[in-house]
């Protein structure tokens, strides 16, 4: 309206918003000082200010004083107007941004994840725990520092395994699209919007929940460089997790977690970018013509074509990443693939969570046996189990492997 130039007009706007957001950025890193909003604006409005003055001193008011005193006035109430609105201002970023909404909060690369569950268990917390980075995020309820209830934003699986390698059931994506935008619109998680419309049916609620949150908890603490998290103390928690309690502690599922880390470790060995395209041999087919597939490695075989990354295969076959390098060690160790990596060694260092709790499971298991049988023998021989040197009532810890 003063320029009377729309292209001026366009530029002065675009460097308007340009120094907008440099104010914003200053902000939300608590680096600017409390007049650089103020500053800002006065910048603004004086510009605009001159360029109208210069047109009145070439007008034909440029002599009069009333004209003359009007706009001193105006000047002097612009400026305190412009103290009120940088003040609005620097209130609605600070609320925006700032963490007074949480009762703690931080960088993952700073705090390890680990660190801050075992916080909130050991301190018998009940509230919210969100982890987020730049593609998904995971909500984590607490009740007197057990898990209630994971609630991922984004799935990593979409595939579920069955009982035989030719059996599994696959999420689809406009269902998973469907339940996502609920997740948005109302608060409702993922996990149970698939149970409502029929996806999961036939499933354990609870077991589906703690594998899906497990595993996305999974790719949070590979990537904590990339993460942030916030607590908010909730007294009530959501109907959702009070009616599906999961009561998990926080050490169980850390030492699964921690299991799937060390073989991711090892795993990276073999593949150490999983943005790199997976090179197949000439003659894979003919390599893998021995192995028992099951309809998911069929589809991963598929894929592997020279451009695929194991990223872009996890994305394809819906299956987590760390799923897909095993599935490509062991392709790997049949010659059907090049393998970037050191693959020696790879063998007894990676094995699967549920193998590795159920070998713990079984030495104790052993060891309850051996107790029982050892006391049984000492109750019936008594004397003679003293002599031998071992108390009455006691055994050897022992374990099977």
């Given at each position: 309206?003063?320029?009377?130039?729309?292209?001026?007009?366009?530029?002065?706007?675009?460097?308007?918003?340009?120094?907008?957001?440099?104010?914003?950025?200053?902000?939300?890193?608590?680096?600017?000082?409390?007049?650089?909003?103020?500053?800002?604006?006065?910048?603004?409005?004086?510009?605009?200010?001159?360029?109208?003055?210069?047109?009145?001193?070439?007008?034909?008011?440029?002599?009069?004083?009333?004209?003359?005193?009007?706009?001193?006035?105006?000047?002097?109430?612009?400026?305190?107007?412009?103290?009120?609105?940088?003040?609005?201002?620097?209130?609605?970023?600070?609320?925006?941004?700032?963490?007074?909404?949480?009762?703690?909060?931080?960088?993952?690369?700073?705090?390890?994840?680990?660190?801050?569950?075992?916080?909130?268990?050991?301190?018998?917390?009940?509230?919210?725990?969100?982890?987020?980075?730049?593609?998904?995020?995971?909500?984590?309820?607490?009740?007197?520092?057990?898990?209630?209830?994971?609630?991922?934003?984004?799935?990593?699986?979409?595939?579920?395994?069955?009982?035989?390698?030719?059996?599994?059931?696959?999420?689809?994506?406009?269902?998973?699209?469907?339940?996502?935008?609920?997740?948005?619109?109302?608060?409702?998680?993922?996990?149970?919007?698939?149970?409502?419309?029929?996806?999961?049916?036939?499933?354990?609620?609870?077991?589906?929940?703690?594998?899906?949150?497990?595993?996305?908890?999974?790719?949070?603490?590979?990537?904590?460089?990339?993460?942030?998290?916030?607590?908010?103390?909730?007294?009530?928690?959501?109907?959702?997790?009070?009616?599906?309690?999961?009561?998990?502690?926080?050490?169980?599922?850390?030492?699964?977690?921690?299991?799937?880390?060390?073989?991711?470790?090892?795993?990276?060995?073999?593949?150490?970018?999983?943005?790199?395209?997976?090179?197949?041999?000439?003659?894979?087919?003919?390599?893998?013509?021995?192995?028992?597939?099951?309809?998911?490695?069929?589809?991963?075989?598929?894929?592997?074509?020279?451009?695929?990354?194991?990223?872009?295969?996890?994305?394809?076959?819906?299956?987590?990443?760390?799923?897909?390098?095993?599935?490509?060690?062991?392709?790997?160790?049949?010659?059907?693939?090049?393998?970037?990596?050191?693959?020696?060694?790879?063998?007894?260092?990676?094995?699967?969570?549920?193998?590795?709790?159920?070998?713990?499971?079984?030495?104790?298991?052993?060891?309850?046996?051996?107790?029982?049988?050892?006391?049984?023998?000492?109750?019936?021989?008594?004397?003679?189990?003293?002599?031998?040197?071992?108390?009455?009532?006691?055994?050897?810890?022992?374990f099977r492997e």
């Open positions: 309206m003063l320029a009377r130039d729309a292209a001026s007009a366009e530029r002065d706007l675009e460097h308007l918003l340009a120094r907008a957001r440099e104010l914003v950025a200053r902000k939300r890193e608590m680096t600017g000082t409390k007049s650089d909003t103020h500053a800002l604006v006065a910048e603004h409005f004086f510009s605009r200010l001159r360029r109208s003055l210069r047109g009145l001193m070439r007008g034909a008011d440029a002599h009069d004083e009333v004209k003359l005193a009007e706009w001193v006035l105006g000047a002097v109430v612009g400026d305190a107007a412009l103290g009120e609105l940088a003040a609005a201002f620097d209130r609605t970023i600070l609320k925006a941004s700032g963490p007074q909404d949480y009762s703690f909060a931080g960088r993952a690369d700073f705090i390890a994840i680990e660190e801050v569950l075992q916080m909130l268990g050991a301190g018998k917390y009940t509230g919210c725990l969100s982890l987020e980075k730049s593609d998904n995020r995971l909500d984590v309820y607490f009740h007197a520092g057990q898990i209630a209830f994971l609630d991922p934003h984004h799935l990593v699986r979409r595939v579920l395994p069955g009982v035989t390698p030719m059996d599994y059931r696959e999420i689809g994506g406009e269902q998973l699209h469907v339940a996502e935008r609920r997740h948005r619109e109302h608060g409702i998680p993922v996990i149970v919007s698939l149970f409502e419309a029929g996806v999961l049916r036939g499933k354990d609620f609870r077991i589906i929940v703690r594998q899906l949150g497990s595993e996305v908890l999974f790719d949070f603490l590979r990537m904590q460089d990339q993460c942030y998290f916030s607590y908010r103390r909730i007294d009530t928690l959501p109907d959702f997790a009070v009616q599906n309690d999961l009561r998990l502690g926080v050490t169980p599922i850390l030492l699964e977690v921690t299991k799937r880390l060390d073989d991711w470790r090892s795993l990276q060995r073999v593949f150490p970018d999983p943005k790199a395209a997976i090179q197949p041999m000439p003659d894979m087919l003919a390599r893998i013509s021995g192995l028992s597939l099951g309809v998911v490695e069929i589809k991963l075989l598929t894929l592997i074509d020279g451009e695929a990354s194991p990223e872009r295969l996890a994305s394809f076959v819906g299956l987590p990443i760390h799923d897909v390098y095993q599935l490509l060690v062991t392709l790997a160790r049949e010659g059907a693939i090049v393998v970037p990596g050191e693959l020696s060694g790879i063998d007894h260092a990676v094995s699967s969570v549920h193998a590795s709790l159920q070998a713990a499971f079984d030495a104790l298991d052993a060891n309850d046996d051996n107790l029982a049988v050892e006391s049984a023998l000492d109750r019936v021989l008594g004397d003679d189990a003293q002599a031998a040197g071992r108390p009455a009532g006691g055994g050897r810890l022992t």
